[in-house]
């Protein structure tokens, strides 16, 4: 199967791609190496998802998240592609079995953490299979001059030149300025690349900053608000995180608390809790978050003032990966720009370490947390217009999506928007709520995320249009081949039955 299109509608059951993902997968099928700059939600693992399907051969994709190919490959063996990935969570047997079932073409995608590159067991496998392409994401990480650099992402260049035939190369970030995206192509060595930065803008998002005498209070009342919604709130400390977390439990809010002063077991273990809705909120560190694929997280709350741009921006990300309302509140004090300043320097400790290398980096950081804090403190602009401004891109106020804008104050918003009248569905909520129901029962048989059985959106579709046989189906958002053999019968069962009561 090569026809995008079909792949697209047979696989993941959208009958359209987003903005930038075609031109995108059309260069990588043709052979040219690719930078995309993508923000979170955008769809990116779709650009290089598709063309793995239509190529010749097994697709690696480079990923430092555990999380995130743990998702990912769920994903895809839900709309039932062959995937694996080969990181430091699995048993030496398990990368053993995972790794023989490579070698003998099991898989049409692999992830695996770039340490894993560096192994003579997968280097052996590599040069013994037809890779066509690689696919580098998080390309950010590979760039000192990034918010998150990482040693491991230098090895990659050297891993493609023992390849026995170069394949394309594709890097993907959501978060680059034009320095970074520079380093990218030079780092990676890409090859005359065709670049594409799609817009930052997420017009989802609603961007809030506030400055209330007390924080706790302020995420107590907002999370009362929004009880029925998923969210993320963070915090610079792991003495923060725990210390919010026991006040929102004894105001009757269950949350649960995540960093990386907790032990393996007990981060995994809250980490499921929250992907599959058994706890709606999650408090925690930036140890959190990387690689989560969740679609509906519906708010992410700063506690505290992030040192960057870009990680703000990346966490603030999480939310509304659906495309739904979604919103990103920070909460500012004077005392965040204390805390971080502390911590860039205490991160940058090590006795090792170059003494003229350590000072770049450190003022690169905290020139990056004065941009931050200009952000936070200015009271009298856009302040989508200050985001995408500080990532190289032109936005001409008002949003009507953001505290100032809207002139919001922290008494006065509470509550997530709804879309407009005009994008929203005739949805039966009584047939809605069955629907939902059923969604969950799936899950559970299933023993994946709601999520991964089908999307609000699919679900509201459902609830509107009211599918009477398998045919129909196959016209509603996000069902393709598999989802619908898989699942199709179960919705229509439970539509079937409600119109049969509803004759009575």
């Known amino acids: 199967m090569s026809d995008i299109h079909e792949v697209l509608r047979t696989y993941y059951g959208y009958t359209s791609f987003r903005k930038g993902q075609e031109e995108i997968i059309h260069s990588l099928i ?99 299979r037809n890779i066509p392409l690689i696919a580098v994401d998080e390309a950010h990480c590979i760039s000192q ?56 803008d997420r017009e989802n998002l609603y961007f809030g900053i506030y400055k209330p005498l007390d924080k706790t209070q302020f995420v107590i009342d907002y999370i009362r608000q929004n009880m029925d919604q998923s969210g993320i709130v963070y915090c610079l400390t ?29 981060r995994t273990f809250h980490q499921n809790e929250f992907i599959y809705d058994r706890a709606k909120v999650m ?108 990532f190289g891109e032109k936005f001409l106020p008002p949003c009507n999506n953001c505290s100032y804008c809207r002139h919001d104050t922290e008494n006065s918003f509470k509550k997530i928007r709804v879309l407009p009248a005009e994008k929203q569905l005739f949805v039966d909520e009584a047939l809605l709520g069955r629907l939902e129901k059923m969604r969950i029962a799936l899950a559970n048989r299933s023993g994946v995320p709601a999520y991964s059985v089908v999307t609000d959106r699919t679900l509201r579709e459902l609830s509107a249009y009211r599918p009477r046989n398998i045919g129909d189906l196959a016209k509603i958002y996000g069902l393709g081949e598999v989802k619908i053999k898989r699942y199709g019968q179960d919705f229509l069962d439970v539509i079937n039955r409600y119109e049969n009561e509803a004759d009575f």
Not at 168 to 186: E, L, R
Not at 343 to 359: C, F, W, Y
Not at 366 to 388: G, H, N, V, W
């Open 30 to 128: 043709s052979g040219r190496d690719t930078l995309a700059v993508m923000p979170t939600g955008a769809g990116k693992s779709l650009c290089y998802q598709i063309p793995a399907l239509c190529m010749e051969g097994i697709t690696l994709v480079i990923s430092p998240l555990i999380s995130l190919m743990q998702d990912q490959v769920r994903a895809l063996i839900s709309i039932g592609v062959r995937a694996a990935y080969l990181n430091s969570s699995l048993t030496p047997r398990q990368m053993e079995l995972a790794i023989d079932n490579a070698r003998h073409g099991v898989y049409k995608i692999i992830y695996v953490a770039p340490e894993r590159l560096e192994t003579e067991s997968f280097l052996d496998f590599a040069c013994h």
């Open 145 to 200: 001059w990034g918010h998150d650099f990482r040693p491991s992402y230098t090895q990659i260049a050297g891993f493609i030149e023992k390849l026995p035939k170069r394949p394309v190369v594709a890097a993907f970030t959501a978060t680059a300025t034009p320095n970074v995206k520079k380093d990218i192509v030079s780092q990676l060595r890409l090859k005359n690349p065709f670049s594409m930065t799609l817009g930052f």
């Open 238 to 266: 792991r003495k923060l995180v725990d210390e919010l977390t026991v006040s929102l439990n004894e105001a009757g809010i269950s949350a649960l608390p995540y960093h990386a002063g907790m032990s393996d077991s007990d």
């Open 283 to 390: 408090v925690a560190t930036t140890a959190f978050g990387m690689g989560i694929d969740k679609p509906d997280v519906r708010y992410v709350l700063h506690y505290n003032m992030p040192a960057n741009m870009e990680d703000y921006y990346q966490q603030a990300g999480r939310a509304g990966r659906d495309g739904e309302p979604s919103d990103c509140i920070l909460l500012y004090s004077g005392r965040d720009v204390r805390i971080n300043e502390f911590l860039i320097r205490k991160s940058e400790e090590n006795e090792n370490a170059d003494p003229e290398e350590v000072q770049k980096h450190i003022e690169i950081q905290l020139e990056k947390l004065k941009q931050m804090t200009f952000y936070s403190t200015s009271a009298y602009t856009c302040l989508r217009k200050k985001i995408l401004n500080y």
